[in-house]
């Protein structure tokens, strides 16, 4: 079985779609959404309807941080301009789709996998695992061989050494990496909607269960697109310029 | 507690059969399966013995890399798993024996070691294509197998200290110690450098020596201190063991043998090329040495040794391929300005890539059938004629020595004969002509379109801008009958 993994889309729907159309290709027949479906991008509506319809059909997907300050008077941990983002598309939701982020668990395990948008050691206090403590904290939290996260933008695969120690690995996207079972792994899949590494292209990854490989990969899409809408929707022009940059 | 194997027992379905070797770091037995009907070989690292870390890593290693690793230079991956706490990692039993044996016969005939050397050079290349260091390459890891057809192929075996650039590497993170095989390893692995695939070239280049001479060029150091003085005291000249061994498998095995990486074969593909044609070999002050350097600039050396940093040496190590482009060249239907064009193309891709090498090649139509002989006075004088019309074209190219090489091919199919010399001395890039429409073209096909459609190498068919449609002129490399 071939899982997609996509974190962080951030009502973005043209990087939404190239990511869902590569790893499809890859083979994907389930999908896992790792949080953040909205903030910053001018489509939150469309993304949301887009996710619910593959929970729907048998995905998982759980809340990250942007997703839960939609609640009523939170939002208070984002930055200004976030924040701002958030209460726009509060605007642009109907109960329905509110009612769906609001309702989305913040962990679920799936066999050996642990799915949970920021670290396992405190799913709803959204600390990075951006250091090695962090990810030693996380991967001390769970029993599952195998955690996928969302949260950190950019893409990245630890795991832990022969004396339990984490080690960080830079993964090549495209190189498929075996995911050695006496080894306990973490993989940040790195984000669709908004990548921050200087690299326009979306980032998602696929796991290749019966052989155990993880495959990262960066997709390009229309971020120029994605970006007008950003501008024609009046929102910061940071986002747009964020697109563009990477 | 480990599983005890016993003949009959089944572990992932593979049935065993009989131990095959005890290492002291896996058990090696053979296997069979149902499903294939090949000799199979199963490892099983030692999980109760000694230091344990090191090895169940190492074995680790092994079958992360396996799996991706394919082509004919390597044992092909069957299956892994687990039984009960006992790894085990199933693969193809490659026939043959490793050159080990050959070390007691040693000093063996100086061809017989140039030809090894090109096949393990190969097969190394093969690997480094494939963006692995193998890192432990030894006799007792090259294994000489013999392919339908009597063609000889050394196959790599044991990646346990094996480094893939683009996979995680379980090893880099956990030892702090120098990783290999104490005679063979080379001095940027003794100070931790994982990632240079001229590493490789080293330790194949003290598999040479000991196989040229019967001697070790850096003895068996057995401590950190006697492995560091690789760094200054460089090894007896060959000659100097073994008086009448040619000065050009001196050459080639002491740019092996050099300390720093850069002044070393920038690649495999580069020591295979130079071993299959030693008459080529350009030959520096290191064919002449018959003693060891002085102490001034062991000296010297030794300073310099301090300053060596492992960070500096691996950003080193990623320096780009250096590529072996070859030009085919038709001799027989010469065009002026196909020719300079050709040139020209040459001229760009050399200037830019300074470690590449170029390799001027034309093909000689024998007869498909009947008496061609080469041996003769008239076809020695035609192949003589042929390299003064190569050296003459490349002549302005301005290639120092060393850069260029020059072959004269026979063969009845120029397409496949060019296609065959890239194949066995991995060519990266082959620069060739191709003529307008003519009547011979018509009649005998294109040879670079089959030369572009078979070579397994990137393909640049070079066209003079100018139309050429002269009546009785023909495809490129194609030429005439046979006079």
Same mark, same amino acid.
């Given at each position: 079985?071939?899982?997609?993994?996509? =974190? @962080?889309?951030?009502?973005?729907?043209?990087?939404?779609?190239?990511?869902?159309?590569?790893?499809?290709?890859?083979?994907?027949?389930?999908?896992?959404?790792?949080?953040?479906?909205?903030? #910053?991008?001018?489509?939150?509506?469309?993304?949301?309807?887009?996710?619910?319809?593959?929970?729907?059909?048998?995905?998982?997907?759980?809340?990250?941080?942007? @997703?839960? =300050?939609?609640?009523?008077?939170?939002?208070?941990?984002?930055?200004?301009?976030?924040? =701002?983002?958030?209460?726009?598309?509060?605007?642009?939701?109907?109960?329905?789709?509110?009612?769906?982020?609001?309702?989305?668990?913040?962990?679920?395990?799936?066999?050996?996998?642990? #799915?949970?948008?920021?670290? =396992?050691?405190?799913?709803?206090?959204?600390? #990075?695992?951006?250091?090695?403590?962090?990810?030693?904290?996380?991967?001390?939290?769970?029993?599952?061989?195998?955690?996928?996260?969302?949260?950190?933008? @950019?893409?990245?695969?630890?795991?832990?050494?022969?004396?339990?120690?984490?080690?960080?690995?830079?993964?090549?996207?495209?190189?498929?990496?075996?995911?050695?079972?006496?080894?306990?792994?973490?993989?940040?899949?790195?984000?669709?909607?908004?990548?921050?590494?200087?690299?326009?292209?979306?980032?998602?990854?696929?796991?290749?269960?019966?052989?155990?490989?993880?495959?990262?990969?960066?997709?390009?899409?229309?971020?120029?697109?994605?970006?007008?809408?950003?501008?024609?929707?009046?929102?910061?022009?940071?986002?747009?310029?964020?697109?563009?940059?990477? | 507690?480990?599983?005890?194997?016993?003949?009959?027992?089944?572990?992932?379905?593979?049935?065993?059969?009989?131990?095959?070797?005890?290492?002291?770091?896996?058990?090696?037995?053979?296997?069979?399966? $149902?499903?294939?009907?090949?000799?199979?070989?199963?490892?099983?690292?030692?999980?109760? /013995?000694?230091?344990?870390?090191?090895?169940?890593?190492?074995?680790?290693?092994?079958?992360?890399?396996? %799996?991706?690793?394919?082509?004919?230079?390597?044992?092909?991956?069957?299956?892994?798993?687990?039984?009960?706490?006992?790894?085990?990692?199933?693969?193809?039993?490659?026939?043959?024996?490793?050159?080990?044996?050959?070390?007691?016969?040693?000093?063996?005939? %100086?061809?017989?070691?140039?030809?090894?050397?090109?096949?393990?050079?190969?097969?190394?290349?093969?690997?480094?294509? !494939?963006?692995?260091?193998?890192?432990?390459?030894?006799?007792?890891?090259?294994?000489?197998?013999?392919?339908?057809?009597?063609?000889?192929?050394?196959?790599?075996?044991?990646? &346990?200290?094996?480094?893939?650039? !683009?996979?995680?590497?379980?090893?880099?993170? !956990?030892?702090?110690?120098?990783?290999?095989?104490?005679? /063979?390893?080379?001095?940027?692995?003794?100070?931790?450098? *994982?990632?240079?695939?001229?590493?490789?070239?080293?330790?194949?280049?003290?598999?040479?020596?000991?196989?040229?001479?019967?001697?070790?060029?850096?003895?068996?150091?057995?401590?950190?201190?006697?492995?560091?003085?690789?760094? /200054?005291?460089?090894?007896? %000249?060959?000659?100097?063991?073994?008086?009448?061994?040619? *000065?050009?498998?001196?050459?080639?095995?002491?740019?092996?043998?050099?300390?720093?990486?850069?002044?070393? /074969? $920038?690649?495999?593909?580069?020591?295979?090329?130079?071993?299959?044609?030693?008459?080529?070999?350009?030959?520096?002050?290191?064919?002449?040495?018959?003693?060891?350097?002085?102490?001034?600039?062991?000296?010297?050396?030794?300073?310099?040794?301090?300053?060596?940093?492992?960070?500096?040496?691996?950003?080193?190590?990623?320096? $780009?391929?250096?590529?072996?482009?070859?030009?085919?060249?038709?001799?027989? !239907?010469?065009?002026?300005?196909?020719?300079?064009?050709?040139?020209?193309?040459?001229?760009?891709?050399?200037?830019?890539? %300074?470690?590449?090498?170029?390799?001027?090649?034309?093909?000689?139509?024998?007869?498909?059938?009947?008496?061609?002989?080469?041996?003769?006075?008239?076809?020695?004088?035609?192949?003589?004629?042929?390299?003064?019309?190569?050296?003459?074209?490349?002549?302005?190219?301005?290639?120092?020595?060393?850069?260029?090489?020059?072959?004269?091919?026979?063969?009845?199919?120029?397409?496949?004969?060019?296609?065959?010399?890239?194949? &066995?001395?991995?060519?990266?890039?082959?620069?060739?002509?191709?003529?307008?429409?003519?009547?011979?073209?018509?009649?005998?096909?294109?040879?670079?379109?089959?030369?572009?459609?078979?070579?397994?190498?990137?393909?640049?068919?070079?066209?003079?801008?100018?139309?050429?449609?002269?009546?009785?002129?023909?495809?490129?490399?194609?030429?005439?009958?046979?006079?």
């Amino acid at each position: 079985m071939r899982i997609g993994f996509l =974190a @962080d889309l951030h009502a973005n729907r043209e990087a939404t779609e190239a990511c869902m159309k590569a790893l499809s290709r890859a083979g994907c027949k389930r999908f896992v959404f790792l949080g953040d479906l909205i903030g #910053y991008g001018a489509d939150p509506a469309w993304v949301v309807d887009f996710v619910r319809a593959q929970v729907a059909a048998g995905a998982v997907a759980v809340q990250g941080n942007h @997703d839960a =300050a939609l609640r009523e008077g939170a939002g208070g941990a984002l930055h200004a301009e976030a924040r =701002a983002a958030i209460d726009w598309t509060r605007a642009r939701l109907d109960d329905a789709q509110r009612s769906f982020l609001l309702g989305l668990p913040l962990a679920v395990e799936d066999g050996d996998r642990l #799915y949970v948008h920021a670290n =396992a050691f405190d799913p709803g206090g959204w600390a #990075y695992v951006h250091n090695a403590l962090a990810v030693e904290r996380s991967l001390a939290a769970t029993g599952c061989s195998l955690t996928l996260v969302g949260h950190v933008h @950019d893409q990245a695969l630890h795991y832990t050494g022969t004396a339990g120690q984490p080690i960080r690995f830079d993964p090549v996207p495209g190189v498929a990496v075996p995911l050695l079972a006496s080894r306990r792994w973490l993989a940040v899949v790195g984000s669709c909607g908004q990548p921050r590494d200087g690299n326009p292209a979306a980032a998602c990854a696929w796991l290749d269960t019966a052989g155990r490989r993880l495959t990262f990969l960066r997709v390009p899409y229309d971020h120029a697109g994605a970006a007008a809408k950003i501008r024609a929707a009046g929102l910061p022009e940071t986002f747009a310029a964020r697109l563009e940059g990477g | 507690m480990p599983i005890k194997l016993r003949p009959g027992l089944v572990i992932g379905g593979f049935t065993v059969v009989e131990p095959l070797h005890e290492g002291g770091m896996a058990t090696l037995w053979r296997v069979t399966h $149902p499903d294939h009907p090949i000799p199979l070989l199963m490892k099983l690292p030692r999980i109760d /013995y000694g230091e344990a870390a090191s090895q169940v890593v190492g074995f680790e290693v092994e079958r992360m890399l396996l %799996p991706v690793l394919s082509g004919p230079h390597v044992p092909r991956f069957i299956a892994a798993g687990d039984e009960d706490d006992q790894p085990w990692l199933v693969m193809e039993q490659v026939s043959g024996q490793t050159l080990k044996p050959l070390l007691d016969a040693a000093p063996i005939a %100086p061809e017989r070691v140039a030809a090894l050397g090109a096949l393990a050079a190969l097969a190394l290349d093969d690997l480094h294509r !494939q963006q692995v260091v193998h890192l432990d390459v030894k006799p007792s890891n090259l294994l000489l197998h013999r392919a339908e057809g009597g063609i000889e192929r050394i196959v790599l075996i044991d990646f &346990g200290l094996s480094r893939h650039a !683009q996979l995680p590497d379980l090893l880099a993170e !956990q030892f702090h110690v120098p990783m290999g095989t104490a005679p /063979y390893i080379s001095p940027e692995q003794v100070l931790g450098v *994982r990632s240079d695939p001229r590493s490789d070239l080293f330790a194949l280049g003290v598999t040479l020596y000991h196989l040229a001479t019967g001697q070790r060029p850096f003895g068996f150091p057995g401590s950190l201190r006697g492995l560091k003085r690789r760094f /200054y005291q460089d090894p007896l %000249p060959p000659r100097s063991l073994v008086p009448d061994l040619p *000065r050009w498998l001196q050459e080639a095995i002491l740019r092996c043998l050099e300390v720093d990486p850069d002044a070393r /074969y $920038p690649t495999a593909a580069q020591l295979a090329l130079d071993l299959q044609h030693p008459e080529q070999i350009v030959l520096t002050d290191r064919a002449d040495r018959m003693r060891r350097d002085g102490t001034l600039a062991r000296t010297r050396r030794w300073w310099r040794s301090l300053g060596m940093e492992p960070e500096k040496l691996a950003a080193r190590a990623m320096t $780009p391929r250096a590529p072996l482009i070859m030009v085919a060249l038709d001799l027989k !239907q010469r065009d002026m300005e196909l020719d300079a064009a050709i040139r020209d193309t040459v001229q760009r891709l050399v200037a830019t890539a %300074p470690g590449s090498r170029l390799a001027c090649v034309t093909v000689m139509r024998t007869a498909r059938i009947g008496m061609d002989s080469n041996l003769d006075a008239e076809g020695r004088n035609r192949h003589v004629k042929r390299l003064v019309a190569l050296r003459d074209w490349a002549r302005a190219l301005d290639l120092p020595d060393h850069r260029i090489t020059f072959h004269v091919l026979e063969s009845p199919d120029i397409a496949e004969a060019l296609v065959e010399h890239a194949r &066995g001395n991995a060519i990266d890039h082959l620069i060739m002509g191709a003529r307008g429409m003519t009547g011979v073209r018509r009649l005998l096909g294109s040879v670079s379109a089959r030369v572009a459609a078979e070579a397994d190498c990137t393909i640049t068919v070079v066209r003079s801008r100018r139309a050429v449609t002269e009546a009785g002129g023909s495809d490129a490399m194609h030429g005439a009958a046979p006079d």
